[in-house]
């Protein structure tokens, strides 16, 4: 073997499962991809097949390390990612599961948080949360109480219940560990986020038992050894998360814009867990010593609001219409984006998307402008909550599949001001997992960006008022 060791980064994703392998700078040397599908039923229900998450999880993890042993490297950690707030239920003893997953885009369980809105405050100071459908506890409730095989299995003390996290650690670690990271446990509403560890009244409020969920431990640390190798598995956490530790130790004062199927943005806060409703507070990383927060804003309508809308009107792909970004003029129509309901700062679902102004009038290009100006007008409603709330952004990084499109960065920079760089390595999510299983490591590459400065756009930012205005009237309704 070689002396310098790979690492490897697991990344399970809504649209694909991948397995990378870096060096220990941080530099992709090889990549293994599996698409997953993704069956949205109708406007509440989302969901994937569990088994199909593991198995592609499983193939992608086999061919990254047959890589690794053609090229006679030795692996020296690895680390896992995940979508959050994705939920399945299995058999602790054959390991299948019992159900699909609920997709973190699933709210068909939203009728059972109709008598928690009065406790929200009180819910968002434990779990850093707000009360939402998107989150895991209503779902795993709804197993419960929907599907036979899961309360079957938690009558004969077989029910395995928890974040898609700890469904795959289960058949990615040898002895089958019942385990899932404090970041995917805090996405289900059920963890108090100062213990990061699941919260007794919580529980009870939801009818879950304690001995349903996985065993809470801390992002990075010991988490044993991958199946069928002598490989330990070194840190687990969510994909956004992750993303933000890209080039190592997040910059103070600098958010990153995640914008892929969904948009997030999430900004450093140290040591200490700010608490700013409306926006969410979560975790950067934990050990079993150190913990870092971070507070985050969430666009549910970023590549699912593209993609609604091109099945709904036959738009273009974004990629097609969007490069280069049409000139539309200032008559361009309005789209109050609320595909797969209003996240942060709202927090509103069952409201219909709609246009104002003449959107057959528009061409189809500058329809799918519309769509795409909709994201990033959702996203600086965010950062606007942040600033209100008195954390300061002077930049931002920018990442995830519609970042790629230089329209779209630019526009960012000039609805909010700031200057935003887009690494030309776009592998933020592994980067990130990778840098947590080597230990933090100082010495972390940091990519070469692409940067984009801020201009006047007076038409820009009357299109913000105007659709934000718009949009409180349509919640008001």
């Known amino acids: ?32 991809r599996r698409p997953v599908a993704l069956r949205r039923l109708d406007n509440v229900r989302v969901e994937q097949d569990a088994a199909e998450l593991i198995g592609t999880v499983l193939e992608v993890v086999s061919a990254a390390l047959a890589h690794a042993a053609a090229s006679q490297r030795e692996v020296a950690a690895a680390g896992l990612a ?92 040898e002895g089958r ?16 986020l100062d213990r990061r560890d699941w919260d007794t009244a919580l529980l009870a409020r939801f009818g879950l038992q304690r001995e349903w969920l996985p065993e809470c431990r801390p992002v990075v640390g010991d988490y044993g050894q991958l199946c069928d190798s002598a490989i330990p598995l070194r840190a687990v956490t969510g994909d956004q998360n992750a993303a933000l530790c890209a080039a190592g130790e997040p910059a103070p004062r600098e958010a990153l814009v995640n914008i892929g199927t969904g948009a997030f943005v999430v900004a450093p806060l140290g040591e200490r867990a700010q608490r700013a409703p409306p926006l969410l507070t979560s975790l950067v990383w934990s050990s079993a010593r150190d913990v870092r927060y971070l507070l985050e804003g969430t666009v549910n309508g970023a590549g699912a609001a593209l993609n609604w ?8 792909p974004p990629q097609q219409a969007l490069a280069p970004w049409p000139e539309c003029g200032a008559e361009q129509p309005l789209f109050l984006n609320t595909v797969g309901g209003l996240g942060s700062p709202w927090w509103r679902s069952g409201i219909d998307p709609r246009w104002l102004g003449a959107r057959a009038e528009a061409s189809p290009a500058c ?101 934000c205005c718009a949009l409180q009237e349509l919640i008001a309704q």
């Open 309 to 316: 809308a091109s099945e709904r009107w036959d738009l273009p």
């Open 177 to 192: 560990l019942f385990c899932c990271d404090a970041v995917n446990a805090a996405r289900t509403l059920l963890c108090d």
């Open 367 to 467: 329809q799918a402008a519309a769509v795409a100006e909709s994201i990033l007008f959702l996203i600086q409603a965010n950062l606007d909550a942040m600033s209100a709330a008195s954390v300061p952004v002077d930049g931002l990084r920018v990442g995830g599949g519609l970042a790629q499109l230089d329209g779209l960065c630019q526009r960012l920079a000039d609805l909010s001001g700031l200057p935003v760089r887009r690494a030309q390595e776009t592998e933020a999510t592994a980067r990130g997992i990778a840098w947590l299983a080597a230990g933090r490591p100082v010495q972390w590459a940091s990519p070469r960006a692409m940067h984009f400065a801020a201009q006047p756009a007076p038409q820009l930012h009357q299109r913000y008022t105007r659709f």
């Open 82 to 173: 995940t979508q959050r707030s994705t939920v399945v239920a299995w058999d602790a003893v054959s390991g299948r599961p019992l159900h699909a997953a609920l997709s973190w885009q699933d709210t068909r369980a939203h009728s059972l948080l109709h008598g928690l809105h009065a406790e929200g405050d009180a819910i968002a100071l434990r779990t850093g949360l707000r009360i939402s459908p998107h989150y895991g506890a209503s779902k795993l409730r709804w197993l419960l109480d929907e599907v036979p095989a899961v309360r079957t299995a938690a009558a004969e003390g077989r029910l395995c219940l928890g974040p898609l996290a700890a469904f795959l650690l289960f058949h990615l670690l």
């Open 1 to 32: 073997m070689h002396d310098s060791p790979w690492l490897l980064a697991i990344d399970q994703g809504t649209q694909a499962s991948r397995a990378l392998l870096l060096d220990t700078r941080g530099r992709v040397v090889f990549q293994a």
